[in-house]
């Protein structure tokens, strides 16, 4: 059943998932069926791939304006989402037609870090959060779990406070020999720091996993385990002296380790693969770092793994292991969100670099490794604005390309895209200086 499911998809490129709708999550059930989740005019939307090939989407239910889709899991029983209700003062989980409230009621100036989730052996939910005190700063980390009559059993896993953070610490369940583990990460005084915690008798006790200098966590704590219960988790975390979200992998087997991968990202998956842990992330170009006005943003999705990055065009919302070693991405691109599946790991890179003339020209021009022929589509664009294609370049035999533009307006970018012909996945490279 899961060759057939793969075969089915394995053939499949660029399919868009849900029209202008630019961010989601991704899961792969155990099947190796695919599904995503997204929310879009206030409902929970469920998308998943039929054995036709063809996107099916169901309405989950509505939920309250300024809520947003922070976990999503798909198990034997289905998928399941985890909602973070407005202003971060409760959480909704939504399995098929049930809705059940977590970290609802919460006093005055308590709200809810983002959590995490984790499906059981029977696919059911296990759902770890944070409640944290705004006045305080101190924080209780809770677990919860949800049984097959809907029936909730929440544990405190610290007490007293502990770890005070500057904002709520976000969470992650995970699963190693058979027993639940929780990762949270926060941040205060200058100082960060990441806790494995695992039961011990009747209660818990906890492992850094990483710690140093730095400010707070900033979005999802993602959290997986690889063979040999070797725990893996990646998250960003601010580093406001230096300008700088750096991306942190940290890897719990017979030894720590714990290294920056980006150094300024933000985190939106994490895929834990028979050749290791594979991070998906989003870097990025502001208009005011161009000297531009206005709040747009130009995103460069990223995957990092085995000591290599490879840059993909847009917004990466997420990334999963898929059966027999494929990967399946969730892009986000003008036409909405898009699901890919490669049957192997994403390799081609790119680089692009720009050269003003003193003719008013910019020779632009990179090279594709990895890729076996084809074209590179070449795009100026500005943070916040349409962007526009200048034209495309037939690769080199050694995989270079080369182009002149005469471009009307600056300080630009440019972008160049290589689109993979088996999987469809639009590889890319975005320039990091513009062209003035």
Do not use: C
């Amino acid at each position: 059943m899961v060759a057939a499911a793969l075969a089915l998809a394995g053939g499949a490129s660029a399919q868009v998932v849900a029209r202008h709708v630019q961010d989601g999550e991704l899961a792969v059930a155990p099947t190796g069926k695919p599904y995503v989740a997204y929310i879009r005019s206030s409902t929970l939307r469920i998308a998943s791939r039929s054995a036709s090939g063809r996107w099916l989407t169901q309405q989950a239910g509505r939920v309250t304006p300024g809520a947003a889709l922070v976990a999503f899991e798909a198990g034997k029983l289905g998928p399941v989402a985890v909602i973070l209700a407005p202003e971060s003062r409760g959480l909704v989980v939504v399995q098929g037609r049930r809705r059940t409230q977590l970290a609802a009621g919460l006093p005055a100036g308590v709200s809810v870090g983002w959590p995490g989730l984790k499906l059981d052996s029977r696919g059911l939910p296990v759902i770890a959060y944070t409640r944290w005190r705004q006045s305080t700063h101190e924080s209780v980390l809770a677990l919860a779990r949800i049984d097959k009559r809907g029936r909730v059993n929440v544990r405190n896993v610290t007490s007293g406070g502990f770890p005070k953070s500057f904002v709520a610490p976000p969470a992650a369940p995970l699963f190693v020999g058979g027993r639940v583990h929780v990762i949270e990460s926060y941040g205060a005084d200058g100082a960060v720091g990441t806790i494995e915690w695992h039961p011990r008798k009747h209660g818990w006790a906890g492992q850094y996993i990483d710690g140093g200098v730095g400010d707070y966590p900033v979005g999802p704590l993602l959290a997986a385990t690889g063979a040999g219960g070797t725990v893996y988790a990646a998250w960003t975390e601010a580093l406001l002296g230096t300008g700088e979200l750096p991306v942190t992998l940290a890897v719990h087997g017979r030894s720590i380790q714990s290294n920056f991968v980006l150094n300024r990202a933000l985190t939106t998956g994490l895929a834990v693969t028979r050749a290791g842990p594979e991070v998906a992330a989003n870097e990025w170009l502001s208009a005011d770092e161009l000297g531009l006005p206005g709040s747009g943003v130009s995103w460069a999705g990223s995957v990092v793994g085995h000591g290599r990055r490879v840059e993909l065009d847009g917004w990466l919302a997420d990334l999963a292991a898929a059966p027999r070693g494929a990967r399946d991405l969730l892009l986000a691109g003008p036409a909405g969100l898009s699901w890919f599946r490669s049957p192997r790991p994403p390799q081609i890179r790119l680089s692009v670099e720009a050269a003003a003339t003193g003719t008013g020209a910019v020779v632009v021009s990179g090279r594709v490794r990895g890729g076996s022929g084809g074209n590179v589509a070449i795009v100026r664009e500005r943070p916040g604005s349409p962007r526009e294609t200048v034209g495309t370049v037939r690769l080199g035999a050694d995989g270079s390309f080369s182009l002149v533009d005469r471009p009307s307006a600056r300080p630009l970018l440019y972008r160049a895209i290589y689109t993979d012909a088996a999987s469809g996945i639009p590889y890319a490279a975005l320039l990091r200086q513009p062209v003035s």
